[in-house]
Structures are given as C-alpha cells and as structure tokens.
C-alpha cells in the first residue's frame, strides 16, 4: 500500500528536492517488497523454475512498457505516469494475502535445501555481490559500447530492444531445465555468456551485426543465470535468509557497479570497464563453486545417513 502512496505523493511535489526525498524514502520501502518477493520465491518448490518464471515475466512486463511509454507520456504527461504506476502497484495488493506469514510456517522448501555452514553462506553473498557489480557496470554503459564503436543510436537501441527477446529465453531456458542438471553447469553457461560479449566488444565487435550479436548472447546470459543464483541461494538455507542477504547485495552490486565503472573510462575507451566486469563475472564463479559444491557433498551425507 505504500508504494502507490509514494507514487502519488511525487506527483503532487512540484519543488525536485522535497520531491527526490519522497522518492529516496518510498523507495526504500519498495526495496523492501523486492526483497520479501524473492523470498518467497525461495520457499517454494522448484525455486529455479518459479524465479525464472517471475523474472521472464518482468521481462515482458518490461517491453510492453517500454513499447508504450512515449506515447503513453504524450497522452497523459510524468504525473499520468505516476498514477498510472500507482494502479499497478495497487494491483499487487491481491496477491498480499498468498505471501506465507514466516519462513518457519511455509513448509514447501526445494528438496536440496540444507543449511551450510555460515562461512558458505557469506561467500554466496560475496559472489552474489560480484555478479552484480559487474553486472551494474555493464548496464550501466552498454548503450554507450555501441556508440563509442561508432554505431547509431538507433542501431544500438534495436540491438537492446531485440535483445528482450534472448533475455525471455534465458529466463524461459531457466523454467524448463530446473535443477534437474544441477544448478553449477547453469551457472557456467551463463556467466560464460556474460563473459564471451565482453571480449567481443574488446576485440571487434564494432560492426552493427557484431554488437547485435553480442548484446543477445548477453541478455540471454543475464536471465539464464539470475534465477539459477537466486535458486542456490535458496538451497543454501531453509528459512530464506541468504536470499534476503543476497538480494540487499544484489542492490548494492548495481549501485557500486556503475560507479566504479565510471571511474576506469579513459582515453581507450571502455575497455577498462568491460575487463573490470569479466573480472568480477569470473569471480562470482570461483567464489560460488565451493559453496555449490559443499552443499552437494552435505546432500549425500544427509541422503546416506537417511
């Protein structure tokens, strides 16, 4: 109920500073329901395939928006906007009621969930922490990669446009497959799709079919790996805590990311910060295998002193 309150309340402001606090204040509530959302999510069975399903869903939910938005700008202004974010904000209020009231009274955790030792835990949350600082990074100046090659703006905005695309299908990818592979070779795949783009924009992917290319690997990457990272957290302890941790890094990730990132653009270009983000991307990796690996090496003990 707060967010349609802080969505309303903005557009009634006319001075931007009061305004911007409003924003800072309602936002972090709303911080608070993405947090609560993803865990949820984690206690549930087949956590893979429901975090998949929720983000292919933002996804689309993303692109009908986006499609809409000028003409929806031009047709009722920011403050048509504001209330119409309001009403769909308000929506969500239906589905209050189905939330589980505590970890411990919700009983449908995944099957391979299992509590690790709190030094695991710490390191999926730094790995998670990685992952989305490289992550911020990269978002933050994709755009600009195409540019700065010398491609049109337009050229580049169709690449990202069609790039949803991919991304519905990594996260789709995510619902099909599960965890029925394990959830590590996943991983692999799509940090390795966040990687290999990285190194094409670094050794030549200038041309408009280049960067088209890359940017659709990417995105399928992203969603591919973002509900696989949620599910093993998930598995990692069965009240849903590292989620939360998880998710509060996940946030900060993005924030640290970009800033970082601007700080590394120099007179080569942006090749600083795409080396900076594979870093981290590859990081996220070594750091979670261990993690992934223990909790499996539990599982079998678990399972043979059943």
Avoid at 139 to 167: H, I, M, N, P, Y
Avoid at 210 to 224: E, K, P, S
Avoid at 267 to 284: R, Y
Wanted: hydrophobic residues 55%; charged residues 10%.
């Amino acid at each position: 109920a707060v967010t349609p309150v802080g969505n309303i309340a903005s557009s009634m402001i006319p001075d931007l500073t009061r305004q911007l606090v409003v924003i800072f204040i309602f936002g972090l509530y709303k911080g608070g329901i993405v947090s609560l959302g993803f865990t949820s999510g984690c206690l549930t069975t087949k956590a893979d395939r429901n975090f998949g399903v929720a983000i292919m869903a933002s996804m689309i939910y993303g692109a009908v928006v986006l499609s809409l938005l000028p003409g929806l700008l031009n047709l009722f202004g920011v403050k048509g906007l504001l209330f119409l974010f309001a009403g769909l904000a308000s929506f969500g209020l239906i589905f209050v009621k189905r939330l589980p009231h505590s970890g411990e009274e919700h009983g449908a955790v995944e099957a391979d969930s299992i509590d690790l030792p709190l030094n695991m835990k710490v390191l999926a949350v730094i790995a998670m922490l990685c992952y989305f600082i490289a992550q911020g990074a990269v978002w933050a100046f994709l755009f600009l990669f195409g540019t700065d090659a010398g491609l049109s703006e337009g050229s580049v905005a169709k690449s990202l446009t069609l790039s949803q695309f991919t991304g519905i299908a990594g996260a789709f990818a995510a619902v099909v497959v599960g965890a029925r592979f394990t959830r590590l070779p996943p991983l692999m795949v799509g940090i390795s799709c966040a990687v290999v783009p990285l190194l094409m924009f670094i050794y030549g992917a200038t041309s408009a079919v280049g960067y088209l290319i890359a940017v659709l690997i990417y995105n399928f990457g992203f969603n591919l790996s973002h509900p696989y990272l949620l599910a093993t957290m998930a598995a990692f302890d069965r009240k849903g805590q590292v989620v939360i941790y998880a998710v509060s890094a996940q946030t900060i990730g993005l924030a640290l990311g970009p800033a970082i990132g601007s700080t590394l653009i120099g007179d080569t270009g942006f090749s600083n910060v795409q080396w900076f983000s594979m870093i981290f991307f590859v990081a996220c990796l070594a750091i979670i295998t261990p993690a992934v690996i223990a909790q499996g090496k539990m599982l079998k003990q678990q399972s043979h002193g059943d």
